[in-house]
């Protein structure tokens, strides 16, 4: 197996939609509060979002060794996701993203059941060929990108064993 390029740094934008630290407090209330609702009604209750699944995607915390949970849009990729790190088209990076750039093992929760999966940060030659599908996919990933000057991250989540 050939070696996968280097994934691209986690460089911040210096332009981008800001979040002030109010506001982080109540996007952690409401993140928090969607993923316990997607979490008890296995996906059914505010589980999609433009027509595309929310994954709860939980990553280890790079500094702290903890859990942590978030929902994602996830796109379908064969018997793989996509999921793009937007974070609304802020031009900071999620922090779920860093905690995948320092352990790619992460764990997805799609419906009732909860499965091991590899992240693989998308290298920007790979990102540059799925990006339009996933703008088409779901267009306000588009908008989102127009809002900041960092590059939107794409990540593969690859099942670690069989379906």
Do not use: C
Not at 8 to 27: A, E, H, T, W
Not at 40 to 53: C, D, N, Q, T, V
């Amino acid at each position: 197996m050939a070696a996968s390029p280097t994934p691209p740094p986690l460089i911040n934008g210096s332009s981008g939609r800001r979040i002030k630290d109010s506001d982080r407090r109540f996007i952690r209330v409401l993140t928090g509060t969607h993923r316990r609702i997607l979490a008890a009604g296995s996906g059914r209750i505010l589980g999609r979002m433009g027509g595309h699944p929310l994954l709860i995607l939980t990553t280890t915390g790079r500094r702290t060794g903890r859990p942590y949970s978030t929902p994602v849009i996830g796109i379908p990729s064969g018997a793989d996701w996509l999921v793009v790190a937007s974070n609304g088209g802020a031009a900071t990076q999620p922090l779920w993203l860093r905690n995948i750039a320092a352990s790619a093992q992460v764990t997805i929760r799609h419906a009732n059941q909860a499965e091991p999966f590899h992240a693989r940060i998308l290298p920007a030659s790979e990102r540059s060929q799925r990006w339009p599908d996933l703008v088409q996919a779901y267009p306000p990933y588009g908008k989102m990108q127009a809002k900041t000057d960092r590059e939107l991250p794409v990540v593969l989540l690859t099942r670690t064993h069989p379906a």
